[in-house]
C-alpha cells in the first residue's frame, strides 16, 4: 500500500464530478438514470472507453464472456480477450474485432511482455501480483480502466476474501506510485441493476516521456453523466 498522503491528493482531482460519498446513500447520477442490467457493459468503462479512437487496440484481462470486449469491438476497437476459461473464449470466437486469447493469469508469466496496447480493461478482477505489468503494457499515452470490488462488498455478496478485495484507495494510490496520472478515480457503494455493491473505479494514463507522470491533472468541473 502506498502512503496514505498520495490518497488524500487524490481525492481532490477526480473529475466529472462523479466522487461517490462514502456514507452508503450515494451513487452516480449516471447510475441512477440508466441501471445497467446484468451482462450489459460498466457505466464506467462505457463513459470512458467511448474515448478511445475507433481502431485503438485493447486489453481486456480476464475477460469472461466478454461483455466489454463485445461492445468496445462493436465501437469499432481491436479487443484482445484474455481469460483463462475456455469456455468462455468460445462464445467469442468468430466476432468481429476480437481476439479471444487463452493466458494462465495467475499461473505463469505474464505473456505481454513485449507487447503493448493502447488501451487496458480489467472488470471486477483482482490479482494483485499483475499489478506491476498494467503500466509497461500502455504505450505512451495509453489508458487503464479498472473497476473491482473493495473492502465493504464482504458484507453483501461475494467476493469476501481479502485478497480479491481492494483496500480503501489502494487502487489510486498504486497507479500514482506506479508513475501513472490520475484521471477519474472513485470508491464506495454503488447500485448496478437493483444489486448493491462497493466498487472502486480507477481511469488512469500511462504518461507520454516527460509529461508529468504520477502527476494527479487539474480538477475538472461540471456534474457530468
Known amino acids: 500500500m502506498v502512503q496514505r498522503k498520495n490518497l488524500s491528493r487524490l481525492h481532490l482531482y477526480v473529475s466529472r464530478g462523479k466522487q461517490l460519498k462514502s456514507n452508503g446513500n450515494s451513487v452516480s447520477e449516471g447510475e441512477k438514470a440508466r441501471p445497467t442490467p446484468l451482462g450489459e457493459p460498466s457505466p464506467w468503462i462505457v463513459a470512458h472507453g467511448n474515448d ?21 469491438a462493436a465501437r469499432g476497437l481491436r479487443v484482445v480477450a484474455a481469460d483463462q476459461d475456455r469456455e468462455a473464449l468460445a462464445s467469442l470466437e468468430g466476432i468481429p474485432g476480437i481476439q479471444p486469447f487463452w493466458a494462465d493469469l495467475e499461473g505463469a508469466p505474464w505473456p505481454w511482455e513485449r507487447d503493448l496496447f493502447d488501451a487496458l480493461v480489467v472488470s471486477r478482477y483482482l490479482h494483485r501480483p499483475l499489478l506491476p505489468h498494467l503500466g509497461p503494457t500502455l504505450k505512451p499515452g495509453g489508458v487503464l480502466l479498472y473497476e473491482t470490488f473493495m473492502v465493504g462488498q464482504e458484507a453483501l455478496g461475494p467476493p469476501r476474501r481479502a ?34 455493491q462497493v466498487l472502486q473505479r480507477l ?11 504520477g502527476r494527479a491533472p487539474t480538477l475538472k468541473g461540471g456534474a457530468g453523466g
Open 52 to 72: 478511445l479512437a475507433p481502431g485503438s487496440r485493447v486489453l481486456d484481462l480476464a475477460c469472461g464472456r466478454g461483455r466489454h470486449a463485445r461492445y468496445l
Open 163 to 196: 485478497e480479491h478485495l481492494l483496500q480503501p484507495g489502494e487502487l489510486g494510490d498504486w497507479a500514482l506510485s506506479a508513475g501513472l496520472v490520475v484521471e477519474d478515480f472513485q470508491e464506495g457503494p454503488v447500485t448496478v441493476a437493483g444489486r448493491h
Open 203 to 213: 481511469c488512469a494514463r500511462r504518461p507520454v516521456s516527460g509529461a508529468g507522470e
